[in-house]
C-alpha cells in the first residue's frame, strides 16, 4: 500500500462545457510527477462501455431505469478500479461522477435528488470525490458547442428546458457542498480556464 493517499477528482458540467479538454491538460501536466489516471462515467470498464452504448445510442429508457443504469456502471467502475487506484495511491482524474445522475436525471428529470444521492453514497462506497470541478458554461454555449460536433446522441437531443434544468441542478449541488465543489468559468479560451483550475486546486493536487 502507497504511503500517499491517492486523490480523486471529478469534472462536471453541460455537455460542450470543456472538461474533457481540461481534463486532458491536468492529466498531462501532473503526469510530470505522480501517476495519473483518467475514467470516464459511464464506462472505463467492460460493463460501463456496454451500458454507456444503451444510455447514449439505445431507444428510449424510462427515468429511473436510465438512473439505475448508470448507478450500475458506476458501481463496477467503482469496485474494479476507483477503489484500487486510490488504495495504491494514484492520481483519478474522472469525466463526470454521481453529480451528473443528480443533476440530469434528478433536477433533469425529476427524480428525488437526495433519493439519488443516497443510492451513490452506497455504490461509491462513502468515496467521495476529493474535490469537483464544475466548468460552468450558458445552455446556448453548450448547444452552440455541441452544433459543431457530431450527431446528438440520445440525451444531446433533450430541449433547452430540460438542460437549463440541469444546470441549474449543478448549480444547486455546488452550493450544497461547497467545501467540495469549485465553479470555473468554461466561457473564456482554453489556456485562462485551465489557469483557474489550476488555481482552484492547489493544495489539493
Not at 444546470?167 to 461547497?178: I, Q, S, T
Request: aromatic share 4%.
Amino acid at each position: 500500500m502507497s504511503a500517499k493517499p491517492g486523490v480523486l477528482i471529478a469534472f462536471e458540467g453541460l455537455d460542450g462545457c470543456g472538461k474533457s479538454t481540461q481534463i486532458t491538460r491536468l492529466a498531462d501536466r501532473l503526469g510530470h510527477d505522480r501517476d495519473v489516471l483518467v475514467l470516464r462515467e459511464p464506462g472505463s470498464t467492460p460493463l460501463g462501455e456496454q451500458v454507456r452504448g444503451l444510455l447514449l445510442d439505445g431507444d428510449a429508457i424510462g427515468a429511473r431505469s436510465e438512473m439505475l443504469l448508470y448507478m450500475a456502471a458506476r458501481a463496477e467502475l467503482y469496485e474494479r478500479t476507483i477503489l484500487p487506484a486510490l488504495e495504491a495511491g494514484q492520481t483519478v482524474l474522472l469525466d463526470r461522477s454521481h453529480y451528473s445522475t443528480a443533476a440530469y436525471q434528478g433536477y433533469g428529470l425529476g427524480l428525488d435528488v437526495d433519493g439519488i444521492l443516497r443510492i451513490a453514497d452506497e455504490v461509491i462506497c462513502g468515496r467521495a470525490p476529493d474535490r469537483v470541478v464544475l466548468v460552468a458554461v450558458a445552455v446556448a454555449t453548450s448547444a452552440e458547442r455541441l452544433a459543431h460536433g457530431g450527431a446528438p446522441d440520445r440525451i444531446e437531443r433533450r430541449g433547452t428546458a430540460y438542460f437549463e434544468r440541469v444546470a441549474a441542478g449543478f448549480a444547486a449541488l455546488a452550493e450544497r457542498e461547497p467545501e467540495r465543489f469549485v465553479t470555473v468559468d468554461g466561457t473564456p479560451p482554453p489556456d485562462d480556464v485551465e489557469q483557474s483550475i489550476r488555481e482552484a486546486l492547489d493544495g489539493v493536487v
